[in-house]
């Protein structure tokens, strides 16, 4: 693996063009992509009900953690384990140190 001092000497020795008609082509591509995908993504309420499966997708999980950081994550996980009737074991912390092999 490459340093980080060789990664920056990389960088700052390399040959950078700008076309700024290419980035606007780019942006607009991307742009409208990203229009497209909103337009074929399902819009949820917030209190619209999900499946535990949904809540807790990689993606749901991002939206709350933006939303609200660990707590949110904390409680869609709550609600995810509520709907399947799951009841988390409780676990001391000797018990979490062994588990983490600290």
Known sequence: MRSLRQIKNSISHARIELAPQAD???LRNLLAELAAMAEDAPQLREDETRSAGDLLTVACLNAAFRR????AVERQCEMAARERDIRPERISLRELIWELDL
């Open 24 to 26: 606007q082509a780019v």
């Open 68 to 71: 609200g950081g660990l707590e």
